[in-house]
């Protein structure tokens, strides 16, 4: 439970994120990460037309510069998007500045004012510094879809577990979740929509 919904300790690294949404809600908030790229967004937006259902996908600003007829079709179909860095860069390997000149770089492509760190995780610095001018956007509960330990019913079986009023989902539009989203995700949306979940997007 510690990675799929985070602990309230984990919560405290990063005070002024968002975690949860409303909680006396009974709606989710469906994000995908790492996008977009042809192999797998163009399902998962298909998948989400099915279900009639927004989502809030935050984008590598590189992927977006490959495939901006991607990046307009999210938004054609009422998405919300949010930056990822431009090149998926992990803050704790970067200085602070290089790492807010990489999202900078990703923003005039993306054009958001939501962020997403990848992995999760940056310094305090760079935190302290982007939250000026981003809503930092973390989740509530992390599929793990993208993990080689899992398969596509355990992907289902997270959001089953703990899926609830308000909750941030997360989710991958990438080479690594593709093939269990590929079943994970339509059953997913089914189950939320029968417990009569609303799906909406990060403001």
Do not use: C
């Not at 509530?140 to 596509?152: E, G, K, M, P, Q």
């Not at 989902?169 to 979940?197: N, V």
């Amino acid at each position: 439970m510690l990675i799929e919904q985070p602990s309230k300790w984990l919560r405290w690294i990063y005070p002024k994120a968002l975690w949860r949404i409303n909680p006396e809600e009974h709606a989710v908030y469906l994000t995908f990460d790492d996008g977009p790229i042809p192999e797998s967004t163009p399902f998962i937006l298909d998948t989400l037309k099915e279900f009639d259902a927004k989502a809030t996908f935050f984008m590598v600003g590189e992927n977006v510069k490959r495939h901006p007829d991607l990046y307009a079709r999210i938004l054609k179909e009422g998405h919300q998007v949010g930056n990822h860095t431009y090149s998926h860069m992990g803050s704790l390997r970067h200085y602070i500045l290089t790492y807010y000149n990489n999202v900078e770089e990703a923003n005039e492509l993306i054009h958001s004012h939501l962020f997403r760190p990848p992995h999760g995780w940056m310094w305090l610095g760079a935190y302290n510094m982007l939250r000026r001018k981003y809503k930092i956007v973390m989740w509530d509960l992390v599929t793990r879809d993208y993990s080689h330990l899992l398969n596509a019913f355990d992907v289902l079986r997270n959001v089953v577990l703990y899926a609830r009023n308000g909750s941030i989902i997360t989710f991958h539009d990438s080479l690594k979740s593709i093939e269990k989203l590929r079943y994970a995700l339509p059953a997913s949306l089914r189950y939320l929509k029968e417990q009569g979940y609303e799906f909406k997007v990060i403001e």
